[in-house]
């Protein structure tokens, strides 16, 4: 008894353990996932790398100093109508500075300064773990410790399979998504011209009616003047008045099935435009260069940047190419707003990820048709040279 | 006059298929490339290298700047406070180290470069930047600073990047082969040495068993062991050499093409032949008294290959009467088949054949195929032979499968001697099998077939090699052989004979003397022995592999450790270069080759002396070390698929989707055309078609088997022979 007790709480346990790996590889598992792994990794890179990066700054902020002292010494010293001695002091001074300057900008000091705002706060390493994973890389923030380096490769191992599992997986909903939304207005395209039809069928119908109704009328007018007529009149009119009555009906009928028959094309139609619908390739094109002009807006307005430079921004993270030479939230002294944008941009990219991975499940099939139908022309051209 | 002009026209127009051809292929696209980046260095270069001009040293006079600024906000103060002029200094020292960030980062400043600025935007600095664009590794300590640049840099990677991708793919599959062919020939050569030396052994210990045996004692103690077949030839490595019967099943994975690549290679052989058989045969005549020992003579010949010969030979002994039926025939033409058919030919050659010289290597591969198209032949022009054409049919597909094997055919052969009656229908079946067999084979991996043909004749040669000294021992006991001599045997090959021999003239020099029947039997066994050799190579390297679905194919580990190695490699190199620490050069070449590309550490940056080398050095490796990811990909990509599947499934009792997933991420991985496969047999076939050496080879062969049939309807045999 125990033992088949125990049994079952194994196994529900391992059920437990699979429904949770397995959730973890769902679409809001995977999302999550990566998002919780990017946040571990901005912990853990914040915690190996602050310190160091502390230190750099508090060096450069000392040397800086050191630098205003000697200027003011140096003012209060010298003569200062002694332009030539005034001047060659502080500009060795400030050499020597450059030269500290430069041996912290070799260990990733970049001019942030100690105390109001650093690289290495969580939004500053979340963007970086981002920029690890999705391979764009932009180099502003980069590890400098040894740990903190093998700590990257290590992540970077690890984590880019796991984006790239994720972009497919995210890439594949909203690609469906799209094409159902796609789908959609189709549908409702046609269902306007549906209900265009329809109207004008009701129109025609009602008209019908109205001539059948009048015929009636007449007839039973003709009929209620005639009622004192012979029986011979009777079948006259019956005759004369009954063929455009059952004429007027015959065309009711017949326009009711024609409405109907329309009715039935637009959706057979529609059916036919939905089962076999793709995106068309212009169209995902056009979705990812609005994306990339809307995101170049975005930063031409936040960082006054040059509409150019912000699409060059822009189309370089995206394609994870990754130069960072320009970057959101650099030229900006606040530290909060940098903060801000830096959380925007990590965003920007993670979405623009996900909208490349489903313009390339999008755009996939018609490439590779279209690929299969050039190389097939090639082939049979081989084929011929194999005859000749 | 106009049919030059026309043929003057066909050629120009195949010059330029062929043109087209080329920029597709693995050369053309990897020039292709090559241009694009050229093309792209010199593009930027032109653009940027002015603007560059202007600002780079900049440094020198930002500095002048500061102190001058300073300064004059000291001359014009009339009361200098002390905060005030500090704030200043701080203000002004603090946008001069964002401007020092920048140029360091981004415009490639250094210490140096205040005396002699150097230029990042020189053609090599160049050329690294369009090939960090287009494989999307983007370092930016070069990055192009003018409008137009950047205008230009969007359009380079819309175009670069596909290319490289596909190229990448292109190359990765071309690397894959070159690394599989160079993994099972090279590393792979320990084992083979090391089997080699168990089988020698083995054979030794024979020998020592089995001092009579004339042919092989490898052989005779094969026959015995022949009886008990199935159950005691199953352990050792000597299951290895008669896989194909012993799991019939497995035949089931040969490759068509393969086999058609095999059979084009045979056919080649056989053309090339000339008059091979001869020398053998002389040889044999000079032992006229035993067949058996004139096959162990025949090993001694010449070239270690005639060693073939005689595993032929081997067979069953032959009768007189067939022999001079041979002889006849054999002398008419190399036709081989005939010789072959009839092991015992050799010893009845005459003086006139023993004349001649030949290519003996050939001829035995010959030899093979004749005999095996002689077996053929009997089955089907003699329904009904019954057993007395058994031992043969039994002796000959062994035979074939001897030369997959490359050592077993003599126990098989010698089996055959010993237990023919019993085993002729055996071998019969095993025949037919094999035949019905053939088309339901399934396409296996071309290349490695090839490869492991060459092996397998490297192996021939050494194997033979240590045959002969055995062989040489055969002839001091004659009697073996004579005791049973299968009389059936006999009746068997006359009866091929008669259908080669009869229908030509005797000293007709071509080849091609048989009847469409039967050079189409030939075919068709050479087929089926190709087929069942190739069967033997997938089981061998099954064995290997030790996994009975993952035949010839790169263990994940390789793969892994080859990329470990290139990046150990780059880090060393870079290390010595430019005095980093390995850790940073192997830092530096992770982050490069998984194209994250963070361009803090960058080579041609420290010195500037020969950074312009150090820059394309950087620039090759890059590509290479990209190829080479990819290659590793592809490589790993069926194991890992299959593994995720695995274990999707293994999870995926609840989660369908789960292993899609996985299998998709590794499709994308790719980049590039991959098409999900459900169950693992299709899954090997792509991938064997993808690393089949060239369609257009397997293409071809089909052609010649399509055109083969046709050749037979028509009965015309001798095209069916030059094909």
Redesign the interface.
């Known amino acids: 008894m125990g033992r088949r007790h125990r049994r079952s709480k194994v196994t529900r346990v391992v ?1 437990l353990v ?2 949770i ?2 959730f973890f ?2 679409h809001v598992g ?1 999302c999550a996932l990566v998002i919780g792994y990017a946040l571990g990794g901005a912990i853990i890179f914040r915690a190996v790398e602050s310190p160091h990066e502390r230190e750099i700054q508090s060096i ?1 902020t000392r040397a ?1 100093q050191e ?3 000697v ?2 010494n140096t ?1 209060f010293r010298v003569n ?1 109508l002694d ?1 030539a001695q ?2 060659r002091t ?2 060795d001074q ?2 020597k ?3 500290k ?2 041996w912290a ?2 260990r ?4 942030k ?1 100690f105390g109001v705002s650093a690289q290495w706060t969580f939004t500053g390493a979340f963007l970086y773990s981002l ?2 994973i999705t ?6 923030t ?1 590890a ?1 410790t ?1 740990f903190g ?1 093998t700590l ?2 290590v992540f ?1 191992i690890i984590g ?2 796991l984006m ?2 994720f ?3 995210i890439g ?1 909903v909203m690609a469906k998504i799209f094409r159902f939304l796609y789908a959609r207005s189709i549908r409702l395209k046609y269902k306007l011209i549906l209900w265009h039809k329809k109207r004008r069928a009701a129109k025609i119908r009602r008209a019908n009616s109205l001539v059948a109704k009048l015929t009636r009328a007449n007839n039973r007018s003709y009929l209620g003047s005639g009622r004192m007529g012979a029986g011979i009149r009777d079948d006259c009119s019956l005759e004369s008045l009954g063929v455009p009555s059952a004429a007027a009906s015959d065309v009711h009928e017949l326009l009711a099935a024609r409405v109907h028959l329309d009715q039935l094309e637009v959706k057979e139609s529609v059916e036919a435009q939905l089962q076999r619908i793709s995106v068309p390739l212009s169209l995902v094109l056009l979705t990812m260069l609005a994306y990339l002009v809307a995101g170049s807006i975005l930063f031409c307005l936040w960082e006054g940047w ?1 509409f ?2 912000s ?2 921004f822009c ?2 993270s995206l ?7 320009k970057f959101p939230g650099a030229s900006v002294g606040n530290d909060k707003d940098a903060q801000e944008k830096l959380v925007i941009t990590s965003f920007y990219l993670l979405f623009g990820m996900a909208l490349l ?1 489903m313009c ?1 499940n999008l755009a996939q099939e018609e490439v ?1 048709n279209k ?2 139908w050039i190389a097939n022309k ?2 049979s ?6 005859d ?1 | 006059m106009r049919d030059e002009v026309r043929s003057l026209c066909l050629r120009v127009t195949i010059i330029s298929k062929k043109l087209a051809g080329f920029v597709i292929s693995h050369v053309g696209l990897c020039a292709l490339v090559a241009l694009y980046a050229v093309l792209g260095a010199f593009m930027f270069r032109a653009i940027e290298y002015p603007a560059e001009m202007q600002f780079q040293g900049h440094i020198i006079n930002d500095t002048w700047l500061v102190v001058q600024k300073l300064y004059n906000y000291i001359s014009e103060r009339e009361v200098i406070e002390e905060h005030e002029v500090k704030r200043l200094a701080h203000e002004l020292l603090k946008d001069y180290e964002h401007k020092l960030v920048h140029a360091v980062n981004f415009e490639g400043y250094d210490e140096n470069d205040d005396f002699h600025p150097t230029y990042q935007w020189t053609f090599s600095g160049a050329l690294l930047y369009s090939i960090t664009v287009f494989t999307t590794i983007g370092y930016g300590h070069i990055c192009p600073k003018t409008s137009w640049g950047r205008g230009l840099t969007i359009l380079y990677a819309n175009f670069g990047i596909p290319l490289m991708l596909l190229c990448l793919a292109n190359i990765a599959e071309s690397l894959a082969q070159v690394f599989t062919f160079v993994y099972f020939k090279v590393c792979c050569a320990y084992c083979r040495w090391q089997q080699k030396r168990k089988r020698i052994r083995r054979a030794a210990l024979s020998f020592r068993f089995h001092p009579n045996a004339p042919v092989n004692i490898r052989r005779a103690q094969s026959a015995r062991s022949n009886q008990r077949y199935g159950a005691v030839r199953r352990h050792q490595s000597l299951t290895r050499r008669n896989p194909s019967v012993k799991y019939p099943a497995l035949s089931d994975t040969k490759s068509v093409r393969s086999l058609r690549s095999l059979n084009r290679y045979e056919q080649q052989k056989f053309d090339t032949q000339s008059l091979p058989g001869r020398r053998k045969i002389s040889q044999i005549r000079t032992m006229p008294n035993d067949s058996v020992l004139l096959r162990n003579t025949v090993r001694r010949g010449p070239s270690g290959r005639t060693a073939r010969y005689v595993d032929h030979s081997a067979s069953p002994p032959i009768d007189a009467d067939t022999m001079k039926f041979l002889s006849a025939s054999e002398r008419k033409n190399r036709l081989c088949a005939i010789s072959k058919c009839c092991q015992k030919q050799p010893t009845r050659r005459d003086a006139d054949l023993y004349g001649r010289g030949g290519l003996p290597v050939r001829y035995l591969n010959h030899n093979d195929d004749d005999r095996s198209a002689i077996i053929e032949m009997k089955q089907l022009n003699t329904p009904g032979p019954g057993n007395s054409l058994g031992p043969n049919v039994n002796s000959i597909p062994r035979t074939k499968q001897r030369r997959g094997k490359r050592t077993s055919p003599f126990e098989e052969s010698g089996g055959s001697m010993l237990s023919e009656g019993a085993q002729t229908s055996q071998g019969r079946v095993h025949d037919i099998e094999r035949d019905s067999r053939l088309p339901q084979i399934t396409v296996s991996d071309n290349e490695k077939e090839e490869q492991a043909r060459t092996e397998l004749d490297e192996w021939d040669d050494d194997e033979y090699g240590d045959e002969l000294k055995y062989g040489t021992h055969g002839p001091l006991h004659p009697g073996y052989t004579q005791t049973e001599p299968p009389t059936p045997q006999h009746h068997g090959v006359p009866v091929a004979i008669t259908s080669s021999s009869g229908s030509h003239g005797v000293f007709v020099p071509k080849q091609p003397s048989m009847d469409s029947s039967l050079s189409r039997r030939i075919r068709d066994e050479c087929r089926s022995y190709r087929s069942d050799r190739s069967d033997e190579m997938s089981i061998r390297s099954l064995r290997r592999a030790g996994n009975s679905y993952h035949r010839e194919k790169m263990p994940v580990s390789v793969g892994i450790i080859t990329v470990i190695l290139f990046i150990a490699g780059g880090a060393i190199l870079f290390a010595v270069w430019e005095d980093w620490n390995v850790f940073d050069g192997a830092y530096y070449s992770f982050i490069t080759l998984s194209t994250i590309g963070f361009g803090d550490i960058v080579p041609g940056q420290s010195l500037d002396e020969g950074s312009q080398e150090k820059l394309i050095v950087c620039a090759l490796y890059l590509l290479f070390g990209m190829a080479l990811i990819a290659m590793c990909f592809k490589l790993m990509q069926d194991d890992v698929v299959q593994k995720a599947r695995w274990l999707g499934q293994k999870l995926g009792i609840i989660v369908k989707e789960e292993s899609s997933d996985s299998e998709s991420e590794f499709d994308d991985d790719l980049v590039l055309e991959e098409d999900d496969e459900d169950d693992v047999l299709s899954e090997e076939k792509t991938d064997q078609d993808k690393r089949t050496v060239s369609s257009s080879s397997s293409k071809r062969d089909e052609e010649e088997m399509r055109s083969l049939a046709k050749v037979e309807k028509n009965g015309n045999v001798r095209r069916n022979w030059r094909i």
């Open positions: 059920n699979k429904r790996i397995a590889f769902s995977l450069v800086r630098t205003v002292n200027a003011w003012t200062k332009r005034w001047e502080v500009h400030v050499k500075f450059r030269v300057t430069m900008i070799r990733g000091y970049d001019g300064e920029t690890v391979t764009i890389g932009y180099g502003n980069a400098k040894y380096k990257t490769i970077a880019i399979p790239l599992l972009l497919t997986n594949d040059t150019l430079d699409f060059y189309y370089i394609t994870t190419i990754g130069f960072g030479d991975a390339f590779v690929v299969a090639f082939r051209k081989e084929d011929d040279e194999y000749d």
